[in-house]
């Protein structure tokens, strides 16, 4: 056999498509055989090439790490030619076990290598990372003081609610639910809430260390048996051990069972008698607005229901069951009265369809079939309200952080800001208030809290035209849903649980209801520089503490803002956002508002909002001062005046500054005008005149159980006389609905509020005394000792971010049914 043989036959075992293995295969075959051997050895030779290619494999991999092209073969280390020419398999095989060995040794200390620096990189990088801000310190640079007392202020706790609840449940002689869904012929627990102690007990404890006040709890009763609703005050917490009737000595007279809010069970009542009475006109609901009347189409209410005290007859106006109902009116409304206790005599007074009214369901079925009606045909439109965002999401506006730390403390229902300290609570009928509140330590409002959202409507529709809505009496503060961090506040404020028991059976949790947050309003509080003559330049950033809620009632959003500023000022502002009220686009509606979508007019309306301003400036001892030039007839300048006076001998005072849009008001003859200028009335302080509204005035608003003009009507004398006076505030704005309230009204522009500021109450601004004041001169400017700013870029820190989370879909009640 010639070589040549030997050579092809082992060509049979090499990679044909690798030339280089062939060459290496071929060269060790010829070059490590005696031919003497290689007949008789053939079989081997297949097995040893088997070997042999498997070890060509290797040192291909190996190779391609040490050589990269052809050229390199020639140039390889002395090892890959020994490897080469080994004759032993046992020799191949060590040799490729070592030469393995040392290429993972290899690889072992490049790994190590790689680690040892990536770990030095990453050191490097941490030591040049901004350190994370100290979210929850309290950086007030002072100690924080705690009031224990506000406790008196403070609201029901869950405990509390449930001590209240199951005393009242046991009452010898009474059968009271407190199921929601009870119906209105029984006796139901409506709700519990704190009963306020009389104010001069709660001075007493405050300021010369007198007893606390008895806690005590507000329970209503709707009697259904009775027909009438009781008030009454249990007590003393946390063992209830009495309770008695106050309805009396509150209002004066009795409450007419007519007088309550529509609540949870009544809804289903009238829910179940809509389905009933639709039932005959389904298809003309189907043909003509796509309504299934079989599926409970969501609808609007007129509040108050009726024209006349002890009236309970409602319009109720259907909506298409979309997203944004609110502003899918449709041509149908009905009114139903539904007074009787026995919702299987309530009845149908009156339908209108397409503008047209009629005596009844049958009426308008009857006429409709005949085709004497002008019918409304149906067609689809794309849902405008809904407020899914209309393009993804590219980025995040900016956001504020705390870089040194919170400057507020909040401890149970008491908050420490810089100079600041108050007491806070939230009531589930009025809504947001705050209670001693304290400018360095001296009380300036012993309340001030929010009243009354009235809104008065106008249509040729019969819903809206009856409507006036008291958002006190269905209850602001139980509809402070939770707060969307980042939205409703800014992603790094501190949010607050409340807790209400308002036609719920059962304690309810309103997670994240209050948010607390400072934040720069976004232009100086003060600055100025000078040039001339002197060169400086003095200015404070207006950092102020916002304390905040937002309620959703029905269709509207109201936003609550209290803000304590470093000059000694508080704001209360409001701000409206939501939904509009709407009606059908008939024609003679169209002097009551635009047209806004397809089929819907955007009907006028009023937002009238009430504040109650509770003055104390140094005590209760205060007189009513005004100002303005002469010949103003109404003046501008408002104030709760001391009659102690500042180092330049004036009367130390607070003044009231409103911002409303609400237009005029027209004083009525024999009313009191002296005490109302402007949106601005004055009273004496009364515990009986708790507040301007009452849950029962929104359904008996012709004999309502709180009527405010009493309050003025009694002509008592106030100025330049030392009395305990509050201020009732009326802000708002008139509102005329235009395209662009769809799908929601903005809140810029749709606001009002109140401010109160000092007025000779210092001998200058006190902010000049704010360690954020800010002051350069020439040879100073890079200075941190009178600028913290020139700091700031050394000091940076990265904030550390709360995960986002929500859970305002859930309803979190607290206890047993
Ligand atoms: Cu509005």
């Known amino acids: 056999m010639s070589s040549a043989s030997s050579i092809t036959l082992v060509h049979q075992f090499t990679d044909s498509d690798d030339e280089d293995d062939e060459t290496l295969s071929q060269i060790s075959v010829v070059q490590c055989q005696p031919d003497s051997e290689r007949l008789s050895k053939n079989k081997d030779h297949v097995e040893e090439n088997k070997a042999k290619r498997s070890s060509n494999r290797f040192s291909r991999f190996f190779r391609s790490i040490f050589s990269k092209n052809e050229k390199d073969n020639a140039r390889q280390p002395a090892f890959w030619k020994r490897l080469m020419c080994c004759t032993c398999l046992d020799n191949c095989r060590e040799m490729v076990s070592k030469t393995i060995s040392n290429v993972l040794k290899g690889i072992l200390v490049l790994v190590v290598v790689a680690s040892l620096i990536g770990n030095c990189v ?72 704190l009963s306020l102690p009389k104010k001069l007990d709660v001075l007493n404890h405050l300021d010369t260390n007198g007893p606390k006040p008895a806690r005590e709890a507000t329970a209503v009763v709707f009697h259904g048996m009775n027909n009438n609703i009781s008030e009454y005050v249990v007590g003393p917490l946390p063992n209830p051990t009495y309770h008695y009737d106050v309805t009396m000595e509150r209002y004066g007279r009795e409450i007419p069972l007519t007088a309550r809010p529509v609540n949870a069970g009544e809804h289903i009542l009238i829910i179940k008698f809509l389905q009933h009475v639709l039932k005959p006109i389904s298809t003309l609901l189907l043909d003509s607005f796509g309504i299934d009347s079989s599926a409970n ?141 304290r ?53 790094s404020a501190t949010f607050i649980d409340t807790f209400h028991l308002l036609d719920t059976g059962v304690p309810r949790r309103l997670r994240n209801s209050i948010c607390v947050f ?35 009632i029905g269709n509207y959003d109201y936003m609550w ?65 005004t100002k303005d030039m002469e010949f103003v007839n109404t003046p501008r300048y408002l104030h709760i005046s001391s009659n102690k006076t500042n180092r330049w001998g004036h009367q130390r005072s607070y003044r009231l500054q409103v911002f409303s849009y609400t237009g005029d008001h027209l004083p009525e003859p024999g009313r009191g005008e002296g005490h109302v200028l402007g949106q601005v009335a004055i009273t004496k302080q009364k515990d009986s005149e708790q507040s301007c509204g009452s849950l029962y005035n929104q359904h008996d608003i012709w004999n309502p159980a709180v009527d405010f003009s009493k309050y003025i009507e009694d002509n008592e004398s106030i100025e330049n006389q030392a009395s305990d006076l509050v201020a009732w505030v009326t802000t708002g704005f008139l509102h005329i609905p235009h395209a662009e309230d ?76």
């Not at 020439?778 to 913290?788: I, L, Y």
Request: with cysteine; charged share 20%; glycine share 8%.
């Open 122 to 193: 990453l050191i490097w990088l941490n030591t040049r990372r901004t350190p994370k801000c100290p979210a929850r310190q309290v950086n007030l640079g002072q100690p924080v003081v705690h009031d224990e007392r506000s406790a008196v202020f403070a609201d029901l706790s869950v405990e509390e609610f449930h001590q209240v609840r199951d005393y009242m449940t046991k009452i010898p002689g009474m059968s009271i639910s407190t199921d929601p869904l009870s119906p209105p012929s029984v006796d139901y627990l409506y709700m519990i809430d």
């Open 297 to 437: 189409p969501p609808y609007y209410q007129n509040m108050p229901s009726g024209v006349k005290s002890g009236d309970r007859q409602t319009w109720f106006s259907l909506c298409r069951n979309e997203e944004g109902f609110f502003i899918h009116p449709v041509g149908f409304e009905i009114l139903c009265n539904h007074r009787s206790t026995d919702n299987m005599s309530w009845l149908v007074i009156k339908v209108l369809y397409n503008g047209q009214y009629f005596d009844s369901i049958l009426d308008l079925k009857q006429q409709y079939d005949a085709g004497t009606v002008p019918k409304i045909i149906y067609k689809a439109v794309p849902n405008y309200a809904s407020l899914k965002p209309r393009n993804k999401p590219t980025g995040v506006g900016p956001q504020q952080f705390y870089t040194q730390g919170e400057r507020f403390s909040i401890k149970n229902n008491h908050i420490v800001y810089l100079d600041w300290s108050f007491a806070f609570g939230l009531s589930p009928l009025r809504g947001m208030r705050v209670f001693d509140v």
């Open 439 to 491: 400018f360095r330590g001296e009380r300036i409002i012993y309340e001030l809290s929010v009243q009354e959202a009235m809104s008065v409507y106008g249509s040729v529709t019969p819903n809206l035209m009856l409507t006036k809505y008291l958002d006190g009496s269905l209850g602001i503060g139980r509809c402070a849903y939770e707060l969307v961090r980042g939205v409703d506040c800014p992603y």
């Open 518 to 552: 400072e934040h720069d309003m976004g232009r100086p509080l003060r600055r100025h520089f000078s040039e001339i003559v002197y060169n400086s330049y003095g200015g404070m950033a207006n950092s102020a503490l916002v304390f905040r809620t937002i309620t959703a």
């Open 561 to 625: 803002d209290f803000i304590f500023y470093q000059s000694g000022s508080v704001e209360a502002k409001v701000h409206a956002t939501g939904y509009i009220a709407s009606s059908f686009a008939l024609k003679e509606n169209f002097p009551f508002g635009h047209q806004v979508a397809e089929n819907v007019t955007g009907n006028i309306h009023t937002h009238f909002i009430n504040f109650k301003v509770d003055v104390d400036v140094l005590g209760v001892e205060n007189v009513f001062q």
């Open 742 to 817: 769809i799908p929601n009204t903005v809140t810029v522009g749709n606001g009002g509020g109140v401010l109160l500021r000092p007025h000779n109450y210092f001998d200058e601004d006190p902010s000049i005394h704010s360690a954020d004041s800010v002051y350069l001169a020439p040879g100073s400017e890079d200075s941190c000792d009178s600028n913290r700013m020139a700091c700031l870029a050394q000091e940076t820190c990265s904030p550390v971010l709360e995960p986002f989370t929500y859970h305002g879909f859930k309803v979190e009640a607290r206890g047993k049914n």
